[in-house]
Nanobody
Framework: QVQPVESGGGSVQAGGSLRLSCTHNGQNFPSYTMAWFRQAPGNEREFVSAFMRYGGGIYYSDSVKDRFTMSRDNGKKPVYLQMISLKPEDTAIYYC???????????????????WGQGTQVTVSS
């Protein structure tokens, strides 16, 4: 059973920065697509970003592009989500998800991912 583990959440003021990390215990880390989703109270879970397996590209939602950067160092664990210029509307629980069998057209769909972390809280105050 592959288990993603997130870290790095916290509380910041608007305009601040945070970096989230996610790793998992699966073998052959580059073979997994890694993604971030978030869910705010009363809202549905939404796609944030994804790092396609085997260097297939990095993808972002319109709401975070130009502010969030997902990275992975030469296929090594973990993946990072660097978040800058944070806004109160970024407040949510951030979940790391992963799958070894996902295709590009599926990366923004949460149900496409087989494994999920417990989530880490990000709170941005105004």
């Amino acid at each position: 059973q592959v288990q993603p583990v997130e870290s790095g959440g916290g509380s910041v003021q608007a305009g601040g920065s945070l970096r989230l990390s996610c790793t998992h215990n699966g073998q052959n880390f580059p073979s997994y697509t890694m993604a971030w989703f978030r869910q705010a109270p009363g809202n549905e879970r939404e796609f944030v970003s994804a790092f396609m397996r085997y260097g297939g590209g990095i993808y972002y939602s319109d709401s975070v592009k130009d502010r969030f950067t997902m990275s992975r160092d030469n296929g090594k664990k973990p993946v990072y989500l660097q978040m800058i210029s944070l806004k109160p509307e970024d407040t949510a629980i951030y979940y790391c998800a992963t799958s070894s069998s996902i295709i590009l057209s599926q990366i923004r769909v949460g149900s496409s991912y087989a494994y999920w972390g417990q989530g880490t809280q990000v709170t941005v105050s105004s």
